[in-house]
């Protein structure tokens, strides 16, 4: 550290910065450096606390899943629902709120990839259930249903985009979440187009909405299971979800060393059971 910058910090209050330098000490100089010891081990605890803490994934993905399988239900005319306010609810608080925040809890754990997508299809739910409140004016700003839909298909194409470049930084995971990301853009693609090409009333293509609402409910399938797989232990589960890395991913030959390749349902905790009454 030069002399300027160690005055700049003395004159700033900086005392870390010339601390970390190892310049500027007194004359013994392993007071300096035994102060320097003491702050790494205090940022290493520091570390090792904010580690503690648990996996804002499966919440996230959760709130995706559900949005996902009741916006799907609609879309398929499941029962005949057609009209999509009972989104609203669960777009705002589940699937946007929640999982806008696991995404800002991932950003704390270091998690760039996964806080991206979370805070993103977090807002878009949020985004969404907005236009469909009345309260906002978003349907009533537009002339026709027709405009309405075509402006819902350039929305749901901007995303359809945004989970392309997504999925591209998933080619070296695991099986089920690239398959999630593969799912997630043929179900944007599917209904942007249904809005974009609409019929002679103004409503979205039946067939094309159809054909996404299919997609949707194995995109909530795909994310549910990550959930659970992210869930699921051998401390609180006999059920163990198998999820293979790709077979491109360096990281593959290691982790199937302790792991079965169809779904591994644990019995030890039966093993211990039957053995204790046994000797008892």
């Known amino acids: 550290m030069?002399?300027?910058?160690?005055?700049?910090?003395?004159a700033s209050g900086d005392k870390e910065a010339t601390l970390w330098s190892g310049d500027d000490c007194p004359e013994t100089k392993t007071d300096c450096y035994a102060t320097t010891t003491k702050q790494d081990a205090a940022r290493q605890?520091?570390?090792?606390?904010?580690?503690?803490?648990?996996d804002a994934?499966?919440?996230?993905?959760?709130?995706?899943?559900?949005?996902?399988?009741?916006?799907?239900?609609?879309?398929?005319?499941?029962?005949?629902?057609?009209?999509?306010?009972?989104?609203?609810?669960?777009?705002?608080?589940?699937?946007?709120?929640?999982?806008?925040?696991?995404?800002?809890?991932?950003?704390?754990?270091?998690?760039?990839?996964s806080a991206t997508i979370a805070c993103s299809y977090g807002c878009f739910w949020i985004s969404y259930a907005i236009s469909m409140i009345p309260f906002f004016n978003v349907r009533d700003a537009y002339p026709s249903n027709a405009d309405y839909n075509h402006a819902n298909g350039l929305f749901l194409m901007g995303f359809f985009i945004f989970s392309v470049a997504i999925t591209l930084c998933t080619m070296k995971s695991n099986v089920f979440s690239l398959t999630l990301c593969l799912l997630v853009?043929?179900?944007?693609?599917?209904?942007?187009?249904?809005?974009?090409?609409?019929?002679?009333?103004?409503?979205?293509?039946?067939?094309?909405?159809?054909?996404?609402?299919?997609?949707?409910?194995?995109?909530?399938?795909?994310?549910?299971?990550l959930m659970y797989e992210g869930l699921a232990n051998r401390q609180n589960s006999f059920v163990l979800p198998p999820n293979p890395h790709l077979p491109w991913n360096p990281s593959r030959r290691h982790s199937y060393n302790n792991e079965a390749h169809f779904l591994l349902i644990d019995f030890n905790l039966f093993k211990i059971n039957i053995l204790s009454s046994v000797t008892t």
Not at 201 to 219: E, F, I, M, Q
Request: aromatic share 10%.
């Open 57 to 113: 994934g499966p919440l996230g993905l959760s709130g995706f899943a559900f949005a996902t399988f009741l916006t799907a239900l609609v879309n398929l005319n499941v029962h005949g629902v057609t009209i999509p306010n009972i989104v609203i609810g669960p777009a705002l608080v589940y699937g946007g709120l929640a999982q806008l925040l696991s995404g800002m809890w991932d950003i704390a754990s270091g998690n760039t990839v």
């Open 2 to 10: 030069s002399a300027v910058r160690a005055q700049e910090n003395e």
């Open 185 to 225: 853009n043929c179900t944007w693609l599917l209904l942007g187009i249904a809005n974009l090409c609409t019929e002679e009333s103004g409503a979205p293509s039946k067939v094309l909405l159809k054909c996404g609402g299919v997609t949707g409910l194995l995109v909530s399938f795909t994310a549910w299971y």
């Open 45 to 54: 605890a520091d570390i090792e606390f904010r580690q503690k803490f648990g």
